[in-house]
C-alpha cells in the first residue's frame, strides 16, 4: 500500500514533532529565562576620576556627574528612604570580615557573629538592625 492508497492523501508529520516558529520561540524564552533566574548578577560601575589618565588627581565634577548617570547617586537615595539590604548573616561574614580585624576564628552563631562585627566597626547603632535570620 502506499501512501496515496491510505485515505487519498500523502502521509504527513506525526503529530507533535512539528513546532511552529512561535512555539520554538517560546521554548526558548522559556529557556532563557529559566537560566537567567538561576544566575547571581553583579554589576561594577568604572568611574574616572579624571578624563587625564594620570593618578592622583581626582575632579570632583566629573566623578560627580557620573555617579548621577550611573543612577549610584538615586540608589544610595532609595537605600536610605526605607529599601534596606538585607543580607543573610554568612553572606554578611564573608563579604565585611576583612574590614574587622581580631574576629574569633572558627564557627560562630550568625546574628552572634554580625553582631560582633558591627560594635567591632564602631557604626552608630541607629544606621543598621541585627535581625533573627538577616
Known sequence: ???????????????????????????????????????????VRCILPNHKKRPKQFNNLLVLDQLRCNGVLEGIRIARTGFPNRLPFTEFRQRYEVLCSNMPTGYLEGQAAATIMLEKLGLDKTLYRVGLTK
Open 1 to 43: 500500500a502506499t501512501d496515496e492508497d491510505i485515505g487519498g492523501s500523502r502521509s504527513r508529520v506525526k503529530k507533535g514533532l512539528f513546532r511552529t516558529v512561535a512555539q520554538r520561540h517560546k521554548e526558548q524564552l522559556h529557556s532563557l529565562m529559566a537560566q537567567l533566574h538561576s544566575t547571581h548578577p553583579h554589576f
